[in-house]
């Protein structure tokens, strides 16, 4: 048996470098740098990775949702970009860099300016001083397919794959949490073009296990779960969850590790509905019980006897408003998301492609289109189109879709139109016509039990989307234009995958995910610096001398360090190298009597005396354990 087995193969992933000058690695003396910390916590910040960023000196706000990156951050930033440069490029995709001012011609092509300058108001647009109308890219599809339509003829260039990392703007309704949510932001997107669907699903795979590369050599816990796709249909999406409490995103998993999803696309199985307790159908005044919890206190009934109505409005690209009139158990509730794309499937009928909007119309909206005073909380099934008053613009009849819950229930509850009463003892196709558009438009919930596994329920956690990985098909090139030519001289429509990647909102992700009372535990690879040489008393020469060596052996030795040489108390030192969370500290104090020097892992907090010469090898040892 050879000699190493057994024993773990370390892997360097240190790049050896030369001995290299100030002057070539740039000066990391903190008395010559932009180095302000905040001692309080600043007030436009909410969540502990915004906070921590501000005090630390890593970004300055400059307007709403924009934020400046200070010379830290920017390290951060090219360290990520780097990552995730070195596995793009592992799969075989080229980098490029597309305009960030885009054409309205291309959405317009693709149909998405309106929706997107309009109705959804996400991007950003302008006119040029020839009166052209151009946007500040949110995203590349249309740019790239374009150049796809110009340049790809063959299948023999097929596949492809070409990625950027580049600045992108939107006009986010609610910017917030700083780099988590800006109106300016740096995303990796790669955009993937191919023959068929097979070799879409190779490359979507691809980045899958390059993302999970990405994620994990940044240091993070992170969980890739089922995503809506949305109208664009396609085969599937995936986004990538960093698992935080403060994550605007909630996923559904289960323990065995079989399923994990956004809620708004995650599938369970329904609790079974207990028995009707009413055999014979009347209807009964219930006054004052419009939500469903007074309903069962009055009926003493479980509420998935009851089938509620719920009524949404919808408005569609062409303007059409559509009153969508939705009957679910009354112990679930409906996900707007899965509404929403079943709305948008319907929308031919209507004339439409997409929703500007979809609502539960409050009185006001009502007032537009109700012929008259809707029987709100006491709605049945059946509510006569009557209650609209069409026009040319609103169509006249309720669209009236069931989820699954429903369909199997016997002698239910339900709305008797008229306020202050309910029906018990209801039936489908006596009472009341089950719509005849039964479709899953149920809100999974943490506690349900799985589809794969019924003996699993889903568990619930807070998700910050870092990364979406997304097989969109034919929808552009069909819309654009953009073919190629078969092996059998038949030309289609190239086939293709988006994979976007936030690359500023995973600096800050990272934070999220690891910090203490003191400050950012930033992980080794993505860390701004790798160690921070502190000089506790710089009117002591020989703390001064140590710090001086010390800084520029491990610089030479390619471990990025940091000199403080500031004229600053030990203490405000110390507390400024945890705030920023530099993984390394070495302190040239006392110990250098005995030629050591204090060396405090950020992480643990864990500090020991280690003789000056070994500190080089040290630390070196130890970056490369923390990057392998
Ligand atoms: P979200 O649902 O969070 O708005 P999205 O679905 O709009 O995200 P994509 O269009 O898929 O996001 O963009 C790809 C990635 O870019 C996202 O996974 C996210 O990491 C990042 N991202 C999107 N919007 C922002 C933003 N406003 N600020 C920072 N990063 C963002
Ligand atoms: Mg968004």
């Not at 905040?38 to 709403?64: F, M, N, Q």
């Not at 080229?94 to 309106?114: N, V």
Request: proline content about 4%; hydrophobic content about 40%.
């Amino acid at each position: 048996m050879p000699a190493h087995q057994g024993v773990p193969l370390i892997q360097f992933r240190l790049i050896i470098r030369n001995p290299l000058s100030e002057k070539e690695t740039g000066i990391m003396r903190l008395s010559q740098m932009l180095f302000v910390t905040l001692r309080e916590d600043p007030a436009e910040a909410e969540i502990p990775s915004h906070k921590l960023l501000l005090r630390a000196g890593y970004i300055r706000r400059v307007g709403s949702g924009l934020y400046a990156y200070l010379p830290l951050m920017w390290r951060v930033l090219q360290k990520i970009s780097q990552i995730v440069r070195e596995e793009m490029n592992a799969t075989g995709a080229q980098e490029c860099l597309l305009t960030q001012l885009q054409p309205a011609e291309l959405w317009k092509e693709s149909g998405r300016w309106d929706t997107y300058t309009k109705a959804e108001g996400i991007m950003f647009a302008l006119t040029d001083r020839q009166n052209r109308e151009v946007g500040l890219g949110p995203t590349h599809e249309e740019v790239i397919t374009a150049i796809a339509r110009d340049l790809i003829r063959s299948y023999r260039q097929l596949p492809l794959n070409l990625y950027q990392i580049q600045t992108k703007f939107r006009d986010e309704i609610r910017p917030r949490f700083g780099l988590m949510r800006g109106r300016e932001f740096i995303m990796k997107d790669a955009y993937s073009f191919h023959v068929d669907e097979t070799s879409l699903k190779q490359t979507y795979q691809d980045m899958h296990d390059a993302y999970t590369r990405i994620l994990t050599r940044c240091g993070l816990a992170f969980r890739a779960v089922d995503a809506d796709s949305g109208a664009i249909g396609g085969s599937g999406s995936q986004e990538f969850m960093v698992l935080a409490a403060a994550g605007e995103d909630e996923v559904l998993y289960t323990a065995d590790g079989q399923y994990a999803a956004n809620v708004e696309k995650a599938i369970s199985l329904v609790a079974d509905a207990q028995p009707s307790s009413f055999a014979a159908y009347e209807k009964l005044e219930t006054p004052g019980t419009a939500t469903i919890v007074s309903l069962c206190d009055f009926l003493q009934c479980s509420a998935t006897q009851i089938v509620k109505n719920v009524l949404y409005q919808a408005v569609y690209d062409n303007g059409m408003t559509v009153l969508a009139l939705v009957s679910i158990r009354g112990d679930q509730d409906v996900n707007q998301v899965k509404l929403q794309n079943e709305l948008v499937r319907q929308g031919a009928q209507y004339g439409g492609k997409a929703l500007l909007s979809l609502t539960v119309p409050d009185l006001e909206a009502q007032r537009k289109w109700a012929a008259r005073d809707l029987p709100l909380g006491y709605i049945s099934p059946g509510l006569s189109d009557s209650y609209i008053q069409s026009s040319q613009s609103v169509s006249s009849q309720f669209l009236r879709l069931a989820d699954p819950t429903v369909a199997e229930l016997r002698n239910f509850v339900t709305g008797s139109d008229e306020s202050g009463y309910h029906v018990v003892g209801a039936n489908w196709g006596k009472e009341f016509q089950l719509p005849p558009q039964v479709v899953d438009l149920r809100k999974a919930a943490a506690g349900d039990r799985a589809i794969h596994d019924s003996s699993q329920t889903l568990q619930s956690a807070r998700g910050i989307e870092i990364g979406h990985i997304f097989q969109l098909g034919t929808k552009y090139s069909k819309a654009m234009g953009a073919n190629f030519t078969n092996e059998q001289g038949e030309e289609l429509p190239l086939v293709m995958g988006c994979y976007g990647i936030g690359v500023s909102r995973l600096a800050q992700a990272a934070v999220e995910q690891s910090y203490d009372k003191d400050g950012i535990v930033f992980p080794v690879a993505i860390a701004p610096y790798q160690a921070i040489v502190v000089i506790p008393d710089i009117n002591k020469s020989d703390q001064v001398a140590a710090a001086e060596q010390l800084y520029q052996d491990l610089n030479q030795a390619g471990v990025e360090t940091l000199l403080d040489d500031r004229s600053e108390r030990a203490g405000v030192k110390f507390k400024d190298a945890e705030l920023v969370g530099i993984p390394y500290r070495i302190v040239t104090g006392r110990s250098l009597q005995q030629g050591k020097v204090e060396v405090v892992q950020r992480a643990t907090r864990t500090s020991q005396e280690i003789a000056i010469e070994a500190v080089v090898p040290t630390l070196k040892q130890w970056i490369a354990e923390a990057l392998a």
